[in-house]
């Protein structure tokens, strides 16, 4: 008996065969991706584990950060162990932004002062340090594909300077991981609903004001995260909510910080006149103040004060946080035409 095939069912097979393939290279294509999606957190997290490994061995075994104990990181423990102590403050303790000794000073008051208090701190330092590549790659798995977000991962856990300053009480550590964290939970909170997007919110508010009480100029990256939160108020308010209730919270504290430093109000910190004078004039040190007053401080920038570069400057009548005067003088230096002027702006 001879059956022959019509046309209709050659088509029929053709067209089973063809699904069959399609269906057979999606779902090898899909797999491949769920396997490279899975390398690529494993590779993220060993980095992660990886640079928190160092980061302990740094700040325990090899650069303690309590023996080192000098230059700003002296500033931040004295006015750290003020406030666990309970002492007044006075108008030199709002000069630098205080969330990195406020953040500091819950430690020493509950491990004390002394050196113990200290190694407590660098436990803290060290554990901050750790997130940062783990908010790192949060944001990145936001943002980027796996690969580049755990690459983003792998280069912020490993990135010497990153291990560095985990042995220093300073406050690129802190701020760092309270930016990446703020914008990791910014981003995320724009693609939440209900109220995973009220936490979210509120942990991109409380860690954006970390951020911003510990190093002012990062409040414009904050902005990116925090306006298009706020600009969907009217949709969704309880987000926008959440984020101005938290970040209003933390820097209450860093503004009745300063309140009470200076008997009156005032912004974040009050070293802004000095940084915009140094930052226009050829600055090597600046002196203001005098030993009759509350001290004589010295200020200058790392770069020009190693190399010995630029001109001394003594202001003995001046206070160094009157932002009015050095906004004024680095006003003088802005309009000078070369900086052969810049550096005879009254320098004594």
Known sequence: MIVRRTPQARSRRTSTSLAGRWVSLVTSRCGDRARSTAGAGIAACGAIIAGAALRVVWAWAIHPPEEYVTSDMQGYVDRAIKLALGQELVQGDAFYPPGTHMLLAPVLSLAGTDATGLKAGAIVWASLSALT???AWRLGRLLLNPAAAALTAVLTALYPLFIFYSGYFLSETPSLTFLLGA???GYATTGAEGRAAVIRAAGCGAFGAAAVANRPQFVLNILIVAVPI???S?????????LVASGAVILAGALAHNW?????????SENGGLNFFQSHCDVHLVRAGSPEREGVYGCG???PFQLNQGSDFNFPEQDVWDQGFFYDMGWIAFAATDWATSRACSAT
Not at 234 to 242: E, G, T
Not at 260 to 268: C, D, L, N, S, V
């Open 183 to 185: 914008l990791w939970l």
């Open 260 to 268: 009470i430093a200076t008997g009156g109000p005032t912004g974040i």
């Open 230 to 232: 706020l600009v969907s």
């Open 133 to 135: 590549p783990l908010f």
């Open 234 to 242: 009217r949709v969704r308010w309880r987000p926008a909510l959440a």
């Open 301 to 303: 920038s790392p770069v």
